[in-house]
C-alpha cells in the first residue's frame, strides 16, 4: 500500500517546511518527511534558535554586570541560574517547534516523522523510529535533507566534554576554558555564550583570519573586539589530538603548515569547523542522482540530472543559511505549480549574533578587486551616530560599496549594535537596484542607529553630515 501526493519533500527545516507550506497554499497536496521527533530541522531544534536564545540572555547578564552601572541601574547584584537559562532555551524551541505543526495542519500539509529514502524517482520508504514503514508516491520529490556536523578525524564527539554545536547548546555548568575549533559563525557565536557566563575560551582556527568570507576590514575590528572580550586567538593552527584525562582535556595544537606541538589544556572542546549535507542513507546513488565528492547535490534551477526530483537548501550549492533555504523552498515550490519561482543569489544577507553584531549583503571589497570592478567606499562609525552613543554601544562602522560609474549598491557591511536587524534594509534597496544616492535620499528616523546606514551612503559621495 502506497499514500499518493502531488508533492513530497524530505525534511522538516526551514527549506523543506516552507516549501511544503507553499506547495499547498498553491493547491498541491503535500507529504513532509523529517526524521527528527520535532518539525523545524537543525536551525529550529538545536542551531539559529537555541542559540539566539542563549545569546539574547547571556547578552543581558553581561551587560548587567558591565553596563547598567554605567546608565546608573543599580542591580543589588546578579547570578546566574544556568538551569532556568536552558529551560527558557527549549521553551522557545518547543513554542515554534509547535507553530510549525500548527501551520501544517491550517494549510493541509501531512507530516510524517522518519526516515525517508528513495526506492524509485517518485517513490520513498519511510521508516519510523518503532521500526514500521509507509510508502509515498509523488510525481515530485524534494530533496530538502539539510546538513550535519562535520568532525575531526581520530578526534570523537561525545556531546559531554568533546562537544558538537549540539552539546554547547546543553552544557550542565560553565567550563573553566573551552576550547573552539574553528573560528567560524558557529564557534564564536557559541564562544560568546560561554565567555559572558565566565569561561575563559581560546580558539584555534586552521586560517590566518577568522569569519572567513566576510570583508577583510570587518574581520579585523571583529576580531579586535573578541579580543578585547577576553577571546584568546591561536590561527593558522590546528588541533591535532584530544587526550582526555580525568577531569581536564588535553588538545595538542600545531601550526597548520607544521611545526611543533603545543598542549592546551582546557574543560570542554568545541568542534565547529563547518557542516556536511545529509545525502547518505536517502538511497540517492539507487536512482542514479548525481552527488559532488563533498556529498553535495549539484540542480539546476532546482532539479537535479533526474527528472522530478529536486533540492534545495544546505544539500545543495550556496551558503548554509536557513533563509537562503527558505527562499529556495519557496521557489522551487513555485516553479513546480508552473510559476515563476526565483532566489537572488547576490542579495542574501549573512549575520554573525555576536556583541558588536556582524552583518553583510553582497560583494565584499577583495571580491570586486578580483573582479576588476571599479567601486566608491562610504563608510560611517556608530561613534559618530547619536543613538549608539547615548546607549553605551557605539562600536564598528557602517559601510557601503557602489560601483564607481552607476552608484548601484554592490555591497554593504556592518558591525556594530543590532547590525543583523538593519542589513534588511540594505538587502532590500539592493534587490531594487538602489544607488548610494537612493538610499542617501531616503529620509531616516532620528535618533536611531539606522542613521548610520544614510550617513556611509552619503559617505560614497564625500558628504557625511553627522558627528
Known sequence: MSDTFDLVVIGGGPGGYNCAI?????????????MRSTLGGTCLNVGCIPSKALLHATELYDAANSVFPKLGVKTGGVSLDLAAMMKHKDASVEGLTKGIEFLFKKNGVTSVLGR???????????????????????????????????????????EKRIVSSTGALAL??????????????????????WRRLGAKVTVVEFLDSITPGLDAEI???????????????KLGSKVTAVEKGKDKLNVSVEPAKGGASEQIECDVVLVAIGRKPVTEGLGLEDIGVRITPRGFVPTEAFQTNIEGVYAIGDVTHGPMLAHKA???????????????????????????????????????????KEAGVTYKVGKFPFTANARARVNLDAEGFVKILADAQTDRVLGVHMIGPEVGNMIGEAALAME?????????????????????IRQAALGVDDRIMQM
Open 22 to 34: 507553499r506547495a499547498a497554499q498553491l493547491g498541491m497536496s503535500v507529504a513532509c518527511v523529517e
Open 116 to 158: 525517508g529514502k528513495f526506492l524509485a524517482p517518485g517513490r520513498v520508504e519511510v521508516t519510523a523510529q518503532d521500526g514500521k514503514t509507509r510508502i509515498l508516491e509523488a510525481a515530485k520529490v524534494v530533496i530538502a535533507s539539510g546538513s550535519q556536523v562535520m568532525s575531526l578525524p581520530g578526534i570523537e564527539i561525545d
Open 172 to 193: 550542565s555548568k560553565v567550563p573553566e576554558h573551552l576550547l573552539v575549533v574553528g573560528g567560524g559563525v558557529i564557534g564564536l557565536e557559541l564562544g560568546s555564550v
Open 219 to 233: 574581520t579585523k575590528q571583529f576580531q579586535r573586539t573578541l579580543k578585547k572580550q577576553g577571546f584568546a586567538f
Open 326 to 368: 527558505e527562499d529556495e523552498g519557496v521557489a522551487v515550490a513555485e516553479i513546480i505549480a508552473g510559476q515563476a519561482g526565483h532566489v537572488n543569489y547576490d542579495v542574501i544577507p549573512s549575520v554573525v549574533y555576536t556583541h558588536p553584531e556582524v552583518a553583510a549583503v553582497g560583494k565584499t571589497e577583495e571580491e570586486l
Open 432 to 452: 531594487f537596484g538602489a544607488s548610494a544616492e537612493d538610499i542617501a535620499r531616503t529620509c531616516h528616523a532620528h535618533p536611531t542607529l539606522t542613521e548610520a
